[in-house]
């Protein structure tokens, strides 16, 4: 009897015995992320395409539940064709957001999350150089700009400290004189620091 409940509990043991993960997304856990990617269609160096692309740099603190807070910077540039060349649209924007998870598995492995932010930066159309090559004179100011995004973000974890990012973001800004809403789709990596 003694041997058969030995064997028994060694069984249960080995059964529900699983992989065990490391605690992931607690509250106060903080992490830098760096992104990048493309701005309103795929980036080409030709002339006549009108895409950009942009790099930011943020710091992530998860709150309750997965949910976290996002603070960081953002460098945006953008391309608009002018007979033979292109003229470069730039914007330097500060963001603050909270993004609330909305599908995660169990292990929390996989986070999908959705956030929004509030933007404010500069906004410097062909920096600042107003003449053209050929004597035309650019209309477009240079301006302060405010407004938000809307992100939906994928994290994947790769390690216990190390995250790998998918993101898809709409920025709506105004006080610039070149548009409001600008696309954005990249990837980036956060690495977990406490």
């Not at 795929?42 to 603070?71: C, D, L, R």
Request: hydrophobic letters at 35%.
């Amino acid at each position: 009897m003694k041997r058969l409940t030995i064997i028994l509990t060694l069984a249960l043991c080995f059964a529900f015995s699983g992989r065990a993960y490391a605690q992931r997304c607690l509250p106060g856990m903080q992490g830098i992320q760096v992104t990048g990617g493309m701005v309103d269609g795929i980036y080409s160096s030709e002339t006549k395409h009108e895409t950009g692309y942009y790099a930011g740099v943020a710091m992530a603190t998860y709150a309750k539940n997965g949910n976290k807070w996002i603070f960081g910077a953002e460098f945006m540039e953008r391309y608009y064709p002018y007979r033979e060349t292109r003229l470069p649209l730039t914007q330097f924007t500060a963001e603050g957001g909270y993004y609330l998870k909305i599908l995660s598995d169990p292990s929390k492995t996989i986070l999908l999350s959705l956030g929004g932010s509030a933007l404010a930066g500069y906004e410097t159309s062909n920096w600042g150089e107003k003449t053209l090559y050929d004597g035309s004179t650019l209309k477009n100011k240079d301006a302060f700009i405010y407004g938000g995004a809307i992100t939906l973000e994928l994290e994947t974890y790769l390690s216990d400290r190390v995250v790998f990012l998918m993101t898809g973001r709409q920025r709506v800004l105004w006080g610039n004189s070149t548009g409001h809403f600008h696309t954005q789709f990249g990837i980036g990596l956060k690495f977990i620091i406490n």
